[in-house]
């Protein structure tokens, strides 16, 4: 009996992986919006070329997706489809963690399968291509999978691979992960001065301990600036994050309403937990308890997070994650028609399910391709079929022939340049068409991906900008944009770092611009 559960539990263990990984797989390959579609490509193939985020490209976040990316584009080549088997397998962790877990909780099989399934499609699938957020979110939620492994077993080590991978979040971007690891770490000390158990918090930050000791001989090893490092990753995100505190307008809609699904078992679970407290003597001291404050912290913090956001939603997972923890602390309940309200919890997960994969997989809500036609994107073929997979269509162009064709255009241009040359643009996979350095000074470029004139790191990037041209010796900048190029973004990218005059500016196009630099006394010595 034992071996035929074993055997289900492999088979269903294999269809959740090939589910989880398919499903991302074909998503994350209908449509693009550019500058975040492609936000890892070229800073991870640029790592195989030698260079170094922080050292040779501005990074406001964390970089360890970076480097991620790098070592899938080193095991299976330099094609899209190792991007997307990166955010594929994510996917697969995340959906087999949740049903390994559920199964440790004693959900039934079936349920554990189920749930498990409906994560996999809320999950990465919302964006399909590797995205910092949710690397933040998913390994931050990894983390609280292996503090209730270590509850339920009492194994010290998953305590100390609790930090690991919290760590691991928290460098690929450095919210929400944050969040997670203050109300956990605070956790994490009350469950051992509580149970007077030392050995949990030396577990614990040895982990952190170990990730940062090996963090920082990375750094040494790879020559990048502790200063950089700590300026790029730590206080020039603070500026930025203090700023959209200050100036976010709290509203019913973006606090109750855009949320409503995943508040409704979250309500439930306090609800069963107060319950609890009121019933049972010494609850607060259950390992159960201690359950539903850490899955009740991690969800508190993805929520808050994703209130002061302005990215797009994506943490509808929790909805089918907290159905799961649900079912679980409904097990010491007795009540008639108990089964009737599994049902219940199943069918509205099923649902808010079915609704969100509307919105996000087929719609492509994340990307802001909702109200584009996916069914006019095209198959690529061009550029040595490094693309190849990718179905194109974003919401920059109605036609997206015309899109590629601007960009075979300027492969074109900067391809015949042999010049040592810089590329400014949101189509962040030149280096990797090309497989030459093009010095691209930061990840992206919106408003926050660098200092402006008006923060106080701004002579910091201005340095940066400057050193870069005089050290690779760069005599054209190219820029690229999905829009028409004009005086005020030409100073948001150049012009208010380096002045007008250092330079003889040629229109392209449209969309593409040339700078050639010249001779002036901002870039001389």
Known sequence: MHKIVKYRESYIIFLISIFSFSVNYYVGSRGVFPIDTFMHYDPGYRILLGEAPVKDFWIVHGFLID??????????????????IHSSLINVLVAIFSYYIFRILQLTLHHSFLLSILISLLSYPVSGTPFLDLHSSFFSLIAIFLGIMALKQ????????????????????QVPAAYSIILTTLLVFGFSFETKRKKIIIFYLSGALVFLFLLYIFLIFQKISIKDFFLQIFLFPQSIGSSRFENYNLNFNNLVLDYKFIYIPLIVLIFLNILSIIKKKNYFKSIDFKIFLLILFFSLS??????????QTYIYFLIPLLSGFLIFFLKDYKFKRKEIFTILILAYSIFSTIKYNDRYNIKRHFHELTNTNLQNAIKINLFDKKLSGLKWISPHFDDPKEELRNIEETFNLISLDKKNKMLITDYNFYSSLIEQKLHSLSRTYDNISYPEKNNKFY????????????????????????????????NHLIFNYVPQNCFSTESINAYTAKLKIIKCKELDG
């Open 67 to 84: 480097y991620l990316q790098a070592i899938f584009f080193k095991i299976f080549g330099n094609f899209w489809y190792s991007y997307i």
């Open 154 to 173: 009492n194994n010290y080590y998953y305590w100390f691979w609790m930090s690991i991978m919290f760590c691991v979040g928290f460098f690929s971007k």
């Open 302 to 311: 993805s929520i808050f997070h994703q209130i002061y956001t302005k990215n």
């Open 459 to 490: 002579i910091d990037y201005k340095n940066f900008f400057i050193r870069k041209l005089k050290i690779n010796n760069i005599e054209n900048i190219y820029i690229f944009e999905s829009k028409k190029i004009d005086k005020p973004r030409l």
